[in-house]
């Protein structure tokens, strides 16, 4: 079994979902995220975030997978003003919805001044909510943007353990573990980090508070991200408890601190692809499956 714990599936196809749970992913997280274009208001803001409590929640469970979220500001539109202070009022009616396990991704981009007063604000909503916090680190200067955002997030009385830094690479790998956070590696084989750079990390580093996602989205990447790499690492010679820590278990420990993702939710999945939402079905007109 895997877990995806940062993967945009509003942005995939249900094709991508057939894959993934015939590839053995039994869980997702999809954190809130930028559209690849400026969003113009809070309302369409407050629609996608509707969308990822409830359509995207709905569309995974008909492929027998559970779909998680995350629930934030990005780090890129933080420094729309306007936009960015009427999100954070939007913020706390979907943060204590079913299904949300961190506040995220939220971060640096250019690590701007209004980057930083929204990073700060979601930590208290964090602290409020008692969620985790997940961490979208800069693809520019990244390591002083990861260092900063974890004394930051010190400096808020957030714990180490309570907060997942994403996008990691060799780079940042010793200075997050160093300190106690998560750490977590995007699968981008050309811009991020490929499977066989991950194999190499494994190797030095081990399992301990280390996982990986695909962060599959609009772009070019990779769903099966995941799974792929877990049998690289098998095929390398990483021992199957390390893999399976890297792949599931230590997302799912992160992610638990919530109260809302646990194991048992798919231990018995079940499907039934004759359910509506709110009328809708993925189905169109195809003759609906059901697993007991």
């Known amino acids: 079994?895997?877990?995806?714990?940062?993967?945009?599936?509003?942005?995939?196809?249900?094709?991508?979902?057939?894959?993934?749970?015939?590839?053995?992913?039994?869980?997702?997280?999809?954190?809130?995220?930028?559209?690849?274009?400026?969003?113009?208001s809070a309302d369409s803001y407050r629609d996608?975030?509707?969308?990822?409590?409830?359509?995207?929640?709905?569309?995974?469970?008909?492929?027998?997978?559970?779909?998680?979220?995350?629930?934030?500001?990005?780090?890129?539109?933080?420094?729309?003003?306007?936009?960015?202070?009427?999100?954070?009022?939007?913020?706390?009616?979907?943060?204590?919805?079913?299904g949300v396990v961190a506040v995220g991704e939220i971060g640096f981009d250019e690590q701007t001044k209004l980057e930083?007063?929204?990073?700060?604000?979601?930590?208290?909503?964090?602290?409020?909510?008692?969620?985790?916090?997940?961490v979208h680190t800069p693809h520019r200067d990244k390591l002083n943007g990861t260092i900063l955002t974890m004394d930051i997030c010190e400096e808020h009385g957030l714990t180490p353990s309570q907060v997942i830094i994403d996008h990691n690479n060799e780079n940042t790998v010793e200075a997050v573990l160093d300190r106690g956070f998560w750490t977590a590696f995007t699968?981008?084989?050309?811009?991020?980090?490929?499977?066989?750079?991950?194999?190499?990390?494994?190797?030095?580093?081990?399992s301990e508070r280390i996982f990986i996602d695909s962060s599959a989205d609009w772009g070019v990447s990779d769903p099966l991200s995941v799974p792929k790499t877990a049998q690289l690492m098998l095929d390398s010679g990483i021992d199957k408890k390390d893999v399976d820590l890297i792949c599931y278990g230590n997302a799912l420990a992160a992610?638990?601190?919530?109260?809302?993702?646990?194991?048992?939710?798919?231990?018995?999945?079940?499907?039934n692809q004759s359910e509506l939402f709110e009328g809708n079905s993925v189905l169109r007109g195809q003759t609906p499956q059901v697993q007991d």
């Open 48 to 98: 996608y975030l509707a969308s990822l409590v409830g359509w995207e929640r709905f569309r995974a469970s008909q492929f027998g997978i559970k779909h998680y979220c995350t629930i934030g500001l990005n780090s890129k539109e933080a420094n729309d003003e306007a936009l960015a202070e009427a999100v954070m009022d939007v913020l706390p009616l979907f943060l204590a919805k079913e």
């Open 1 to 40: 079994m895997y877990i995806d714990p940062h993967i945009h599936m509003s942005a995939r196809t249900t094709d991508d979902y057939q894959a993934m749970a015939k590839a053995g992913i039994v869980a997702v997280i999809e954190p809130a995220f930028w559209l690849g274009q400026p969003r113009t």
């Open 255 to 271: 992610y638990a601190q919530s109260g809302q993702i646990r194991a048992s939710d798919w231990e018995h999945a079940t499907f």
């Open 187 to 206: 699968l981008y084989p050309q811009t991020k980090m490929g499977s066989e750079r991950m194999v190499n990390i494994a190797k030095k580093y081990g």
């Open 116 to 134: 930083e007063k929204y990073l700060r604000a979601q930590l208290e909503l964090a602290k409020e909510f008692d969620l985790p916090v997940m």
